[in-house]
């Protein structure tokens, strides 16, 4: 009879482990993918508070976490530190950041013309529903001040958007506006108090602000400021796309179908988001309303947008916002959208 002492059973069952290891076709639980995700907290980014509600990036395998800033320019500064993974976030940002040698792509759309702009106060009477040079003139002699205009720091979307609708659209003189950058909750705040006489802002702001003063009204709406204005999308550091596509390819699986349920179910949609935008203090019923709203067009295609991103680029370097151009084409990383929609 065989005798097994302590020392040997231990050393049996340490090789056995070592054996399965390696065996060919040994299942074996895969650690879960860690990703950390940055948003700005607009409703553009409900596909990705939807996915997390939903546990679908669990369910794939993907441990999330989500940081949250107040403006694109500071959460790309950030994903190029390699401090996080992903971005929801404003397009503009990224081109500028590729345009310095930043390693990042564009691997789904969000939403498209989310931003408007919005009046109060005796300007908003000065320059009515059609906004003109001469009214933003009249009112800066009338008022013996410039228009004070809030938006998000330069390079953003909101600040290149603004400008191209005051300076290419309604051809302002310079000399007639102050644009104010600031964070997107001080924006609100600082538009509601008084503080700003106009400011590019979106949902859910919109539709808060709107019910919180019915004399703020659109100046000018995101096809208006820029036709086919590109907004959020979803980018990715190429270190993570290289070393994950898998997690990648599901989590953009899930982005899509978050954003089908936005379209297909507000209400829903609006329940789910309601404990990431205003820390529940937005009633779901506000939410509902946002995305019903002039600036709520979600669309998760990358392909869809490239043209008015192209010329986009084309402006931020002509305002100043990116040294250079780079080819836009080669900004958006396809492979994971179309292989999340089998495309």
Known sequence: MLRLTRRSTLAALVALASAAAVMPGTARAADPVKLEIGYIPILAAAPLFI????GWAKDAGITLKLTRFESG?????????????LLYAGVAPVLVARSKGADISVIANSAVEEMVVAGRGAFAKAVGTTP????????????????????????????????????????VDPADVEL??????????????????????????????????????LLANGAQMFPD??????????????????????????HVRAVDMIKSDPATAAKLVNNYLGKGLIEPATL?????????????????????????????????????????????DFRFYDAAVAK
């Open 132 to 171: 003109t040079a001469a009214s933003f003139k009249k009112f800066a002699a009338d008022a013996g001040r410039k228009a004070k205009i809030g938006t998000q720091p330069p390079g953003s979307v909101p600040d290149t958007v603004l400008k191209h609708w005051l300076y290419k659209v309604v051809k």
């Open 180 to 217: 104010v950058p600031m964070g997107i909750e001080k924006t609100q705040q600082a538009l509601l108090a008084g503080a700003l006489d106009a400011a590019t802002i979106r949902e859910p702001t919109v539709t808060v602000t709107q019910q919180m003063d019915p004399n703020v009204v």
């Open 288 to 332: 509902e309303a946002a995305f019903k709203g002039p600036g709520s067009n979600f669309v998760a295609d990358p392909h869809k947008v490239v043209p008015a991103v192209e010329a986009m680029m084309t402006y931020t370097k002509e305002i100043g916002s990116a040294s250079e151009t780079v080819p836009v084409a080669e900004a958006f």
């Open 51 to 54: 996915l997390d509600n939903q």
């Open 229 to 254: 204005q590109p907004g959020t999308v979803v980018s990715a550091r190429g270190e993570v796309l290289a070393k994950s596509p898998d997690a990648i390819k599901a989590l953009v699986k899930a």
């Open 73 to 85: 320019p500071h959460a790309i500064q950030a994903m190029a530190a390699g401090q996080i993974d």
